[in-house]
């Protein structure tokens, strides 16, 4: 008779366990309650004992691959040569078994094969003569987590984290664009080369809204608030692997132009994953802008280490009053998430005030 | 105190008792494996001479309580298998209605509080039921089972406490296994023995080895007599030990394997089996056939479980009183 072993639910916080050891091979006798495989959950590492006796005969996950909780991950025979139906490793097509036949094999796919537990029985290899070599062993090996699903999962903690411990408050402002505006095309007019994006002309007000308003550059760190000096940022950038946070160090530091330059390559090169704080001195107000795809506005949560996120809208033509009178201008939302812990809604407001007046000056 | 006579007979039931505790938890374990069994689970293997020995020394009509570890007493109180194993399962014809689960069997009717899983949470219980018992005069008693972590919770001393100034008819039960979930109990008290707390209250303690059911059975027997006599409550300390650890995602990687092998050489059931099979209480055919029996009893209990239904929506607010 044939049992199919699980990854049972070990429950408390994931339901996927890492293999890290088979304890038996295939063909090998295994008792009732004997350790069948070790396997490391991201609180604690243990043995995975058989509900049954027999004969290991198939190994489903291989060492360093993920298990699934209550998925199946090796089968037991009562005898050990019975026939039994396989178990299939995944949906994707896998080397035709030919029964009966000895097969060659190379010493890098004998090796992979010992690694994942299997044996070379009614395998058939694509190399010469049927040839068994490496690759006929990773289509057989259970697909390892892709760095997005990885990044998924990280950004699925995250984000959990940060909304659970940090008391959110949100304030918004409608920013008058025109004078903004004005200015932009007249810059990209002046210079095709180095074109500003909305982006590269909000990060900059952000900054510059952020030296005048300090109390928002703090952060509960623990123990004592932390004020950072600069007033760095952060930019929250999206990848093909999911979200990125791109360290943006103070712009009018640089200076307009030199700044324009250091974001395209800062982009490329120093986007690094979403996780959790950052190293000490890591900016602490994060920007995030959907206007690029005409979103009229949105609330971010605060990436954790971070104080407050900005969330930016797109600037778009709206009637506006001037003068008791309503005429066309052009608006810009903002949304700033702030963390109640450390920042009251005065700051809050007086941060929103500075960049609307950075972005229309007087 | 006086000793309790024990007979072949008896000795008997000690052991198929045991076994259907081991046997149970054994199975849990199994069908938590198979992923058959749903929810987290606290396993009891290794303290079988306590629940056994301590509800052996009951009376019809007597009450326990018990913890967030409670298969074992269940079984040793005599609820039957099948409502057990279908509350484990969730179902409607478990012994809470399948809305209770592994941390809460209990039914009043066969001598069982629904279990506390808070720690130390059941000891007011079981000093208020005999408060009751008493101001009643029904002649019952209750044997309370907590763990070494329980006697550092506020709520025992109180608890303790009111049941000595009261001398109420209730046996406190400390199943000592070393570890409270897994910190270890030297860690937590300076106090060597869990027993000596008892002078605290002015009460007796007695140190017992938990892994005899035979001693803790003529220990709870001379308590229970205490209480019935109205003599007050005793403290009773069982030594024993967990084979598994706290619960189902718990390897016990804080015990030493020469630690847990010292104890599993005096496995209470294994050891009692072959102290019957020396002694010819039991031959080893008849042993084999009771277990054989008790595998039956539980495969019935699981087809019974797997078949009964679920509780329905409408059964929601059935048995709430607040």
Known sequence: MRHVIVLPDLGQTTTEAKVIEWRKQPGEKVSRGEPLLAVETDKVDMDVEAFTGGFLRQVLVAPGSLATALKPIAILTDTPDELYEAEPYEEEARPERKEGRRIAATPAAKARLRALGLGPEGLSGSGPNGLIVRRDIERLAPRQESPRARRLAGMAALVSSSKRDIPHFYAGIDADMAAAAKWRDGWNAAHPESRASWNDVFMWCASRALRDVPELNVQLDGGPV????????????????????????????????????????????????????????????????????????????????CTAVLAIGAVRDAPVVRGGRVEAGRICTLTLSADHRVVDGVIAARFLERIARQLNPL | MSATAITDTMRAGFLRQMLRCRMFEDRVYYLFLQGRMPGTIHQAQGQEACAVGVCAALQEGDVITSTHRPHEHAVARGLPIRSLMAELFAKSTGCCHGKGGSMHLGDLEQGMLPAIAIVGGGIPLAAGYALAAKYRKTGQIVACFFGDGATNIGSFHEAVNLAAVWNLPVVFVCENNRYGASTAIEAVTRVPRIAARASAYGIPGVNVDGMDVEAVCQAAGAAMAAARAGEGPTLLELETYRFCGHSRSDPGHYRSREEIERWKARDPVVCYQEFCRARGVLTPDEIEAMKAEVEKELDDAIAFAEASPSPQPEECWNDVYA
């Open chain 1, 226 to 305: 932390r004020t950072s000096g600069a007033a760095d940022l952060l930019m929250v950038v999206a990848g093909a692997d999911g979200l990125s946070l791109v360290e943006v160090p103070e712009p009018e530091a640089a200076g307009w132009e030199a700044y324009l330059a250091g974001l395209r390559t800062a982009v490329q090169a120093a986007a690094r994953p979403l996780k959790t704080g950052g190293p000490n001195r890591s900016p602490l107000l994060a920007v995030s802008n959907l206007g690029m795809f005409g979103v009229k506005e949105f609330t971010a949560i605060i990436p954790p280490g």
